[in-house]
């Protein structure tokens, strides 16, 4: 069965510096990927995807993904953080038509 | 246009009673799920239906628990009797059929269960 993994259970970083979002899969073929963002006491948003294709990947709110098989990971960046990206990351993988989801990483910034 | 509505937003009530969590899916979205957010377990599906058809329940804990979609336009998910360990964030998601991972999600309705 497939299963999605967060190491990183709370990140803290400063407004401004970059960050990295770490995501490993366990899957038998190539998957379908997905961030998800929950802001507190929302629901999820859906932040980019990746199906096939180049393996950088855009999403909303300047955040991008990269897709690599060797590693089985798809890492999730930003280049600078705002205040306002404080909030969970979810990594999901998508197989018959269902989302398994990671368990979360806490994202904190700090002015 | 409206996203997922959920009611209520907030439900405490004792073990024993009955529960009922309801759903307005987006207009035009034909798959509809409906998971379980919890501290130990994560967010997990529970059901999901497709045309108004449940497609897959497994994720269903067990006879407690129900689930109905009479419509398009509404589902629900019905736990009777509650326990405390039914305590959790219950969100519902929608999505069109052809794009059944690109999920909108309502804003979850907390249940707590004494």
């Known amino acids: 069965a497939q299963s999605v993994t967060q190491p990183d259970i709370h990140i803290t970083v400063s407004e401004g510096a970059s960050l990295e979002l770490r995501c490993n899969y366990s899957y038998g073929a190539t998957p379908y990927l997905f961030w998800y963002v929950q802001s507190p006491g929302q629901g999820l948003q859906l932040l980019l995807k990746y199906f096939s294709g180049d393996t950088l990947v855009q999403g909303i709110k300047g955040f991008e993904a990269e897709f690599k098989r060797s590693q089985s990971s798809f890492n999730l960046r930003k280049p600078s953080v705002h205040w306002s990206d404080a909030a969970e990351y979810f990594c999901?993988?998508?197989?018959?038509?269902?989302?398994?989801f990671g368990t979360g990483t806490r994202l904190t910034i700090i002015p | 246009d409206a996203g997922v509505i959920q009611s209520p937003r907030h439900e405490v009530t004792e073990m024993g009673q009955e529960v009922t969590l309801r759903c307005k899916p987006i207009?035009?979205?034909?798959?509809l799920f409906w998971y379980r957010q919890t501290m130990m377990r994560g967010l997990e599906l529970l059901i999901y239906f497709n045309n108004n058809v449940p497609i897959d329940d497994s994720g269903m804990p067990e006879d407690r628990f129900s689930a109905k979609m009479p419509n398009a336009s509404f589902s629900t998910l019905k736990i009777q009797p509650s326990e405390p360990r039914d305590s959790a964030v219950y969100f519902c998601a929608s999505s069109l059929s052809g794009s059944k991972y690109e999920q909108y999600f309502g804003p979850g309705t907390r249940l707590t269960v004494t």
């Open positions: 207009s035009g979205h034909n798959s």
């Open positions: 999901a993988v998508g197989v018959d038509e269902k989302l398994t």
